[in-house]
């Protein structure tokens, strides 16, 4: 079963729109860490957040923010007011204290038209 | 500080050769991890170390080797190359146990078999 789902596949949207990435993850553990990565067309992976289980606050960074909510198992990342640098690949990914290994999701490619 | 680094960044191989993707850290991370990233398939683990002389299989091992002399070197080895194994190659590491710390990536190395 998938442990990080992200439904979206592409998304594109016209500059200076807001626009939602959605992460599904799911664990048994309750105690875990959620990641956002980003994926420019450089191909390098860009590290943008790290949050723990028991931190279920909002967090927000410029035009970045990402919403964490437990009951729904979700974790997703607003963009706001998106520029075209923020075209990218972004992954959600899923580790769990019980092992050591990392569940990266299949990505949203987002594409933001000038 | 380099970070991770991976070389070659490119190569071209023939069904049924064997390389190596060579994988360095110089952050004294504990963790490091080798992911193949295809398309709609995300990134997926491949094999991973959490220290010298240990390492464990991740999600998609099969045909590739490892071996963890060094904490800096963690080196990826395809036996016999297989169409199947074009991809692109990500290492990573980070601090131990890598489940609750940010992975750093490597530039990632694009492989082709033919």
């Known amino acids: 079963a998938q442990k990080v789902t992200q439904a979206q596949t592409e998304i594109s949207v016209v500059e200076k729109e807001d626009v939602t990435l959605d992460c599904v993850y799911e664990t048994r553990d309750t105690t875990y860490y959620l990641f956002w990565y980003k994926q420019p067309p450089s191909g390098e992976l860009v590290f943008l957040i790290r949050?723990?289980?028991?931190?279920?606050q909002n967090e927000i960074s410029g035009r970045y923010s990402w919403n964490f909510q437990k009951s729904t198992s979700s974790f997703n990342f607003t963009i706001t007011a998106s520029q075209v640098v923020d075209s990218a690949v972004y992954f959600c990914?899923?580790?769990?204290?019980?092992?050591?290994?990392?569940?990266f999701g299949t990505g949203t490619s987002l594409t933001v038209i000038p | 500080n380099a970070g991770v680094t991976q070389t070659p960044k490119f190569q071209v191989l023939k069904t049924g050769q064997s390389m190596t993707l060579q994988c360095a850290q110089d952050?004294?991370?504990?963790?490091m991890s080798w992911y193949r990233q295809d398309p709609g398939m995300g990134l997926r683990l491949i094999h991973y170390s959490v220290g010298a002389g240990i390492t464990d299989q991740g999600e998609v091992p099969n045909g590739y080797n490892v071996s963890r002399s060094t904490t800096e070197d963690f080196p990826l080895r395809l036996l016999s190359a297989a169409p199947s194994q074009t991809s692109v190659y990500f290492c990573a590491s980070s601090y131990f146990g890598g489940r609750n710390n940010e992975q750093f990536f490597g530039p990632g190395t694009r492989l082709t078999v033919l």
């Open positions: 952050m004294n991370h504990e963790y």
């Open positions: 990914a899923l580790s769990e204290v019980a092992g050591n290994q990392f569940y």
């Open positions: 949050r723990n289980s028991f931190d279920e």
